[in-house]
């Protein structure tokens, strides 16, 4: 990402990043701000300027360091070093709750984020696993700061608990050689590449990513497979078949067999409808009336007969390629 310009709190240069940032881009204007929360300027701004947003960096201190309780991948989501993403998929779910201020923020305060993340594992009677990276993409965040590098080699110092962030990126070969110890879990998110190239704009290709999950399970990190979100456009049973053929095919045996899958459906929401259709005039249109169905808070969910046809089509393929085990769960 190569930011236009920097929104920042100005007590984020007292901290050690914040001065790395700092002289990174003093190149760029720095336009100071009292909260990465309430920037009036960019609230005020219209949906159509969304993707003009994205090119903005936000650097701040993280005040809240509430951790919620998590049944899926991991123990508790963990607010970390960013939330916001460069990217811009047309379904991203950051958008539900920052709206069109999903740009970057970064936050400069890592030692205390970490420390508190070290000493909530440690207290635990049994091994923990954090999922850091739920309000941004970390691999993504790791291209400007290196915090990614700092977390993994600082974590896996401890004598217990576990790390975990999704990924659209293919940005890991900085990531090889730290000493992880093994308590750090990268999953890797995928999808047609059609459906990459028309929605999730911005991120790396499909071939590249699972380049990067065979690399980091080379490298001896556990690894996962997310194939999400399952988007149900034109063609999908085609396109999903295809995936997982292709899956299949490239993924190394050590990938394959180390791997659990998570599948998840897209949702979509008014918010995100309201921005893409100004935003991207042109862009494949996620909302159908026909396929969803809206469940309250503005939300569109897939319909229910048309979910549990993807859902057994799905399971189909996967069971064709790969033991049915290794799907973890299908939300
Ligand atoms: Fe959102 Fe992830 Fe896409 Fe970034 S890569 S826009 S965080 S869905």
């Known amino acids: 990402m190569q930011p236009?310009?920097?929104?920042?709190?100005?007590?984020?240069?007292?901290?050690?990043?914040g001065k790395i940032l700092r002289n990174q881009?003093?190149?760029?204007?720095?336009?100071?701000?009292?909260?990465?929360?309430?920037?009036?300027?960019?609230?005020?701004?219209?949906?159509?300027?969304?993707?003009?947003?994205?090119?903005?960096l936000i650097i701040g201190v993280r005040k809240t360091h509430r951790y919620v309780p998590n049944y899926k991948s991991s123990d508790f989501l963990v607010p970390y070093t960013s939330s916001g993403c460069s990217a811009m998929c047309l379904y991203c779910y950051l958008v539900c709750h920052y709206?069109?201020?999903?740009?970057?923020?970064?936050?400069v305060n890592r030692e205390q984020m970490l420390d508190k993340l070290m000493k909530t594992a440690n207290k635990s009677?049994?091994?923990?696993?954090f999922e850091i990276g739920s309000n941004s993409d970390l691999v993504l965040e790791n291209t400007i700061t290196s915090n990614l590098e700092w977390t993994i080699e600082n974590f896996g110092k401890n004598e217990k608990g576990f790390i975990t962030f999704p990924t659209k990126f293919d940005n890991v070969d900085s990531l090889l050689n730290l000493n992880h110890r093994g308590r750090t879990i990268i999953r890797v998110s995928v999808n047609p590449q059609e459906i990459i190239n028309k929605i999730e704009l911005?991120?790396?290709?499909?071939?590249?990513?699972?380049?990067?999950?065979n690399k980091m399970c080379e490298a001896g990190y556990k690894v996962g497979l997310l194939i999400a979100p399952i988007v149900l456009i034109d063609n999908w049973k085609r396109l999903y078949a295809e995936l997982i053929t292709t899956l299949a095919n490239e993924l190394s045996e050590k990938t394959k067999k180390e791997i659990l899958i998570e599948v998840i459906f897209m949702t979509y929401s008014y918010v995100q409808r309201a921005i893409n259709n100004e935003a991207f005039p042109n862009a494949t249109e996620l909302y159908d009336q026909k396929l969803m169905t809206g469940r309250g808070m503005g939300k569109y969910f897939y319909r229910t007969p048309l979910r549990a046809d993807a859902e057994s089509f799905l399971k189909d393929e996967i069971g064709k390629q790969f033991d049915l085990s290794k799907i973890m769960y299908i939300v």
Do not use: V
């Open 4 to 17: 236009d310009k920097i929104f920042y709190e100005p007590s984020a240069l007292n901290y050690e990043l």
């Open 25 to 56: 881009y003093k190149d760029l204007p720095w336009i100071p701000i009292e909260s990465h929360n309430n920037i009036p300027e960019l609230r005020n701004s219209s949906n159509s300027e969304f993707a003009q947003m994205k090119r903005h």
């Open 99 to 107: 709206n069109k201020c999903s740009y970057l923020r970064l936050f």
């Open 125 to 129: 009677d049994g091994d923990l696993t």
């Open 202 to 213: 911005g991120t790396s290709s499909l071939r590249n990513r699972i380049n990067a999950l």
